[in-house]
């Protein structure tokens, strides 16, 4: 049965010498995976390269209840990006947030407020034209809420420590385990926690502290997801922003 669905690409592995396995987090059924043939045409309009890292596409495929992977028919991109492929700085962006969703969204069913605000994000980052450099942090602190992974923000007062593990604030260091932050991490966990895209560049981090924000979000998703690998991209926006 041929459906039709939106969906952003989360990666794309070759399949044989002539197929491509897609992965994709889609609107209307959460992650799911399909394949295409490599076309022998020019002229096909069914190309591999529409499936660039979180391009939002959408595609026709034979969706069988019997299949876990479904064959694609038609394809197109619906939400043409102008500048977040060529942009180098963005384009880094992007290739470590899909490798972040990737991991992160193995086995999301549909979540349409999560489907929406990434794509939204992504449409932020491509029309803006500046002071972005904290772009990654506030979309992976604000994505946390999608997940049913928000930190406990109710009970911090200044000298607190934030329990990773718990996902909360304490007054002393949890005795179980040492993922923690002291007191002025904490503090600084809570001016991530106020910032949005459109306020963001108000707020002034130094390179060490971007960096170190990046490497406790990412910590922080590893504690809560099971399964969460140590990223290949890490480094690249390492290099960037820190």
Known sequence: MLQKTEGIVLRTLKYGDASVIVHLYTRQAGRAAFVL?????RRSSLR??????LAVVEVVADVRPTSDIYKVREAKVVRPFASLPCHPVKAAIVLFLAEFLCHALQGEGENRPLYDYVVH????LDECRGSFANFHLVFLMRLTRFLGLYPNVGGYRPGCYFDLQGACF???PPPEHSHFLGPEEASRLTTLLRMNYETMHLFSLSRRERGRCLALLNEYYSLHLPGFPPLKSLDVLHE???
Do not use: D, E, G
């Open 48 to 53: 591999p390269a529409i499936f660039q890292p």
């Open 240 to 242: 960037l922003f820190s």
């Open 121 to 124: 994000s992504l449409l932020w």
């Open 170 to 172: 304490t007054s002393s």
């Open 37 to 41: 043939a490599v076309p022998r045409s």
